[in-house]
């Protein structure tokens, strides 16, 4: 009997109304505000304003959960189009199923269409994000803990994963090592609450290596360590996973892409370290950028805005008086005052005469 244990939530959902709440989707708007707040203050001390983030996350945060399902589905097309897949399941991503590497692929492409749009330095922004993906993933991570989902192998551990087998939990049905049903009370190896941490961890260890090595290390090396560390923890915690996923050489598909990824991440260490530019001359660009911005703002704004009324009415007033005494018909009537001023003068002298 175990009596130490990470229990499972016997909820996943909650209405309000007619309306469903899920947890999952709480997380992951959770992690998303998140994200954003920390980008958008290490973004702000590199020259650039909050303004800025917005525009890109309104860009790459769709374009990421877009990536993110596309490649679950890619992944798993059994789930969908299979003999008892439901195609209609594709759009219920509150039911999980999100690839992390769909997200950063499509989610990073919408980003340097905005950047290259706006000129905006992508490697500074791929240094900003790095942590903050990071921190991202770990407060998703609770999304699969509410639905009990992606847990790892049956063990004894004093902080092993007990299901709800009164919710919605898959467990009840997974395989043990001999092929069998596990036995009712089985723990299982809390792979979200591994995960959690190791990115937690590397959220730090990148935010120590931007403070203590920023002016030896190139744009663009943080995330090249954010992918190197996020995937080299992937890698070992996938292999504690038993939910199903198909293998390549009895090795699952995911364990593969993080290899993969931890290759190319190392090979884009060491290209930006010799190729890539500084993180202070792209952070004087984009202080020159912010500053155009803001002075292209305020001329538009100044374009738009009516002029105070007492402005206006006084050169009303200004103009009127020049016109008046400027125009031909005022000459004339100078002229006219003129002459009756002289005849009048000439009939005195006669009278006197």
Same mark, same amino acid.
């Given at each position: 009997?175990?009596?130490?244990?990470?229990?499972?939530?016997?909820?996943?959902?909650?209405?309000?109304?007619?309306?469903?709440?899920?947890?999952?989707?709480?997380?992951?708007?959770?992690?998303?505000?998140?994200?954003?707040?920390?980008?958008?203050?290490?973004?702000?001390?590199?020259?650039?304003?909050?303004?800025?983030?917005?525009?890109?996350?309104?860009?790459?945060?769709?374009?990421?959960?877009?990536?993110?399902?596309?490649?679950?589905?890619?992944?798993?097309?059994?789930?969908?189009?299979?003999?008892?897949?439901?195609?209609?399941?594709?759009?219920?991503?509150?039911?999980?199923?999100?690839?992390? %590497?769909?997200?950063?692929?499509?989610?990073?492409?919408?980003?340097?269409?905005?950047?290259?749009?706006?000129?905006?330095?992508?490697?500074?922004?791929?240094?900003?994000?790095?942590?903050?993906?990071?921190?991202?993933?770990?407060?998703?991570?609770?999304?699969? %803990?509410?639905?009990?989902? =992606?847990?790892?192998?049956?063990?004894? =551990?004093?902080?092993?994963?007990?299901?709800?087998?009164?919710?919605?939990?898959?467990?009840?049905?997974?395989?043990?090592?001999?092929?069998?049903?596990?036995?009712?009370?089985?723990?299982?190896?809390?792979?979200?609450?591994?995960?959690?941490?190791?990115?937690?961890?590397?959220?730090?260890?990148?935010?120590?290596?931007?403070?203590?090595?920023?002016?030896?290390?190139?744009?663009?090396?943080?995330?090249?360590?954010? $992918?190197? %560390?996020?995937? *080299?923890?992937?890698? %070992?915690?996938?292999?504690?996973?038993?939910?199903? *996923?198909?293998?390549? =050489?009895? $090795?699952?598909?995911? $364990?593969?892409?993080?290899?993969?990824?931890?290759?190319?991440?190392?090979?884009?260490?060491?290209?930006?370290?010799?190729?890539?530019?500084?993180?202070? =001359?792209?952070?004087?660009?984009?202080?020159?950028?912010?500053?155009?911005?803001?002075?292209?703002?305020?001329?538009?704004?100044?374009?738009?805005?009516?002029?105070?009324?007492?402005?206006?009415?006084?050169?009303?007033?200004?103009?009127?008086?020049?016109?008046?005494?400027?125009?031909?018909?005022?000459?004339?009537?100078?002229?006219?005052?003129?002459?009756?001023?002289?005849?009048?003068?000439?009939?005195?002298?006669?009278?006197?005469?």
């Amino acid at each position: 009997m175990n009596l130490a244990y990470i229990p499972s939530p016997s909820i996943s959902e909650f209405s309000i109304g007619p309306l469903t709440i899920h947890f999952y989707a709480l997380t992951m708007l959770a992690a998303i505000v998140v994200a954003v707040w920390i980008a958008t203050v290490r973004w702000k001390k590199l020259g650039g304003i909050s303004d800025q983030i917005l525009d890109i996350a309104l860009c790459a945060v769709p374009a990421g959960i877009i990536g993110a399902r596309i490649y679950h589905i890619i992944t798993t097309p059994e789930r969908f189009f299979g003999p008892t897949g439901d195609w209609i399941d594709m759009f219920r991503i509150w039911n999980g199923g999100l690839g992390i %590497w769909g997200a950063i692929v499509l989610g990073a492409l919408a980003a340097w269409g905005w950047c290259r749009h706006r000129h905006y330095p992508m490697a500074l922004l791929s240094d900003v994000i790095a942590p903050a993906l990071l921190v991202a993933q770990a407060i998703g991570r609770l999304g699969n %803990w509410f639905n009990q989902e =992606l847990y790892g192998a049956p063990t004894t =551990l004093p902080w092993g994963l007990k299901l709800n087998i009164t919710g919605t939990a898959i467990g009840s049905s997974e395989l043990c090592y001999d092929g069998s049903s596990c036995p009712t009370g089985t723990l299982f190896q809390p792979t979200f609450l591994y995960e959690m941490i190791w990115n937690l961890i590397g959220a730090a260890l990148i935010l120590w290596i931007g403070h203590r090595a920023s002016k030896a290390l190139k744009a663009g090396s943080l995330f090249a360590i954010y $992918v190197m %560390w996020y995937t *080299a923890g992937r890698t %070992w915690i996938e292999m504690l996973r038993i939910d199903f *996923a198909h293998e390549f =050489l009895g $090795v699952r598909i995911n $364990v593969w892409v993080s290899m993969v990824c931890f290759i190319l991440g190392v090979f884009a260490f060491i290209l930006i370290q010799r190729y890539g530019k500084s993180t202070a =001359l792209l952070s004087e660009k984009l202080r020159t950028i912010t500053e155009l911005e803001s002075r292209e703002q305020e001329d538009s704004t100044s374009t738009r805005s009516p002029k105070p009324s007492g402005t206006i009415e006084k050169r009303e007033s200004f103009d009127a008086d020049e016109f008046s005494h400027n125009s031909p018909d005022s000459d004339e009537n100078d002229d006219a005052q003129t002459d009756k001023e002289s005849n009048e003068a000439s009939s005195e002298k006669n009278k006197k005469a």
